[in-house]
């Protein structure tokens, strides 16, 4: 089974607007990363954020982690349509590891 | 030019063959990972090596094997015994878990 789960599974919005996704997880982790994935081709890591950080910031990036309830949220300001991608989050396990990967969520950014 | 690459893009197989799937990293990173993904799907870890002559099964290693005998290479064979292989394979490399991961461009691998 999956550790994360993102939320939505498919997004679609004009540009310029804020894109907001969630990933939920099950266990305590040490740290969680988001990465995103262009049609077709490899993933490409965005961001990570320890399980002792609340918040990070990279660019027009940023994310929140909210241990108590075991989630995050990726935010992408004033988006673009080159943001069009799949965005994955990946939780560590127990031991470190390893990376566990959600779903995704399908992000359209439309013109 | 520093990265990770996989070879071929894409690879066609006949049932009942197996095939090798090249993943080679110039990054000096220790650990590397082979993933599944499968259409509309996220990725699923098939086995992953911390060290060189080391590797461990990940979730779904069943009709997989791999080996790590030079730092740079890990390549994954899907073997006959892989009832369902047509998938997007993707390999990844890290400095050590749970570092970032790098990931080369992947083998779109489909059977005939």
């Known amino acids: 089974s999956q550790q994360g789960e993102e939320d939505p599974q498919a997004l679609s919005i004009q540009e310029g607007e804020n894109a907001t996704m969630n990933c939920s997880y099950k266990?305590?982790?040490?740290?969680l990363q988001w990465y995103r994935q262009n049609s077709g081709r490899g993933l490409v890591h965005l961001i990570l954020i320890r399980s002792n950080e609340r918040e990070k910031h990279s660019g027009r990036l940023r994310v929140t982690l909210d241990t108590s309830k075991k989630s995050s949220s990726l935010l992408i300001t004033a988006s673009r349509a080159a943001d069009t991608a799949s965005y994955f989050c990946a939780t560590d396990n127990r031991a470190g590891n390893m990376l566990t990967f959600g779903g995704g969520t399908r992000l359209m950014v439309k013109p | 030019d520093g990265g990770i690459t996989q070879s071929p893009k894409y690879l066609f197989r006949k049932e009942g063959q197996n095939v090798t799937l090249s993943c080679e990293q110039n990054?000096?990173?220790?650990?590397m990972y082979w993933y599944r993904q499968d259409p509309g799907q996220g990725l699923r870890l098939i086995y992953y090596?911390?060290?060189?002559?080391?590797?461990q099964k990940g979730d779904i290693a069943e009709g997989y094997s791999v080996s790590r005998e030079k730092k740079e290479s890990f390549p994954l064979t899907v073997t006959s015994a892989q009832k369902n292989p047509t998938a997007f394979y993707l390999c990844?490399?890290?400095?050590?878990?749970?570092?970032?991961?790098?990931f080369g461009p992947g083998t779109r691998l489909t059977v005939l």
């Open positions: 990844a490399s890290s400095a050590g878990p749970p570092d970032t991961q790098y």
């Open positions: 090596s911390q060290i060189v002559n080391d590797f």
């Open positions: 266990t305590s982790i040490n740290n």
């Open positions: 990054l000096n990173h220790d650990a």
